[in-house]
């Protein structure tokens, strides 16, 4: 997974309680570093850590990230795992 200073990412991580945890950054690494670290992850994220990256996908702005984040977070857990595997 290539990260582009430009590019803003989708990305879903799995958590330790293997839920999936939808979000999106500018720099994954750091992201999911954040996630894992404490005070800078995501509420849902801090009482499940580790997470661990497991898909992501470019967008051209963070408008257009934001779009894709809410559509995958309407999918049935199935659909993202289809997602993941294709």
């Known amino acids: 997974m290539t990260d582009s200073i ?3 990412h ?4 799995r958590c330790s309680d293997d839920t999936l945890y939808t979000g999106i950054a500018k720099d994954l690494e750091q992201r999911i ?3 894992n670290a404490g005070k800078l992850g995501a509420r849902y994220t801090r009482a499940r850590r580790p997470v661990t990256l497991i898909y992501s ?3 051209a702005s ?3 990230a ?3 984040e809410y559509a995958i ?5 199935a ?3 289809t997602l993941i595997d294709d």
């Open 6 to 8: 430009d590019e803003w």
């Open 10 to 13: 989708t990305y879903i991580v």
């Open 33 to 35: 570093d954040q996630h």
């Open 57 to 59: 996908e470019p967008s």
């Open 62 to 64: 963070r408008s257009e």
């Open 66 to 68: 934001q779009k894709r």
């Open 73 to 77: 977070k309407q999918l049935t857990r």
């Open 79 to 81: 659909q993202k795992l």
